[in-house]
């Protein structure tokens, strides 16, 4: 069985960081790509960041410059240092990542989501 568990998110004044953390745990192989993605109210979940696995990453053009992914393979892990927070980054934080557990039946997990809110 392979979980993602987000951690991290919370209430912070605009201007403020947060780091946000996501470990992949049980019978994995492998992972490739590991991502974050948001959900504001009333709106759809959009892509925030991804990386790869050799560390290559993309970001959105409302986060370029503030926020920063990275991951350490060795713990399964992603993280998202997020800084210079604005109102706008207020959204439930998910973890995607694409994993090939032992099963070798490779797809996208989810993790359950982590709150952030931004305060003006």
């Known amino acids: 069985q392979v979980q993602l568990v987000e951690s991290g998110g919370g209430l912070v004044q605009a201007g403020g960081s947060l780091e946000l953390s996501c470990v992949a745990s049980?019978?994995?192989?492998?992972?490739?790509?590991m991502g974050w993605y948001r959900q504001a109210p009333g709106k759809q979940r959009e892509l925030v960041t991804t990386?790869?696995?050799?560390?290559?990453?993309n970001y959105a053009d409302s986060v370029k410059g503030r926020f920063t992914i990275s991951r350490d393979n060795a713990k399964n892990t992603v993280y998202l240092q997020m800084n210079r927070l604005k109102p706008e980054d207020t959204a439930v934080y998910y973890c995607s990542a694409d994993i090939l557990p032992r099963t070798l039946v490779r797809r996208n997990y989810w993790g359950q989501g982590t709150p952030v809110t931004v305060s003006s």
């Open positions: 049980g019978s994995i192989f492998n992972i490739n790509d």
């Open positions: 990386i790869t696995r050799g560390g290559l990453t």
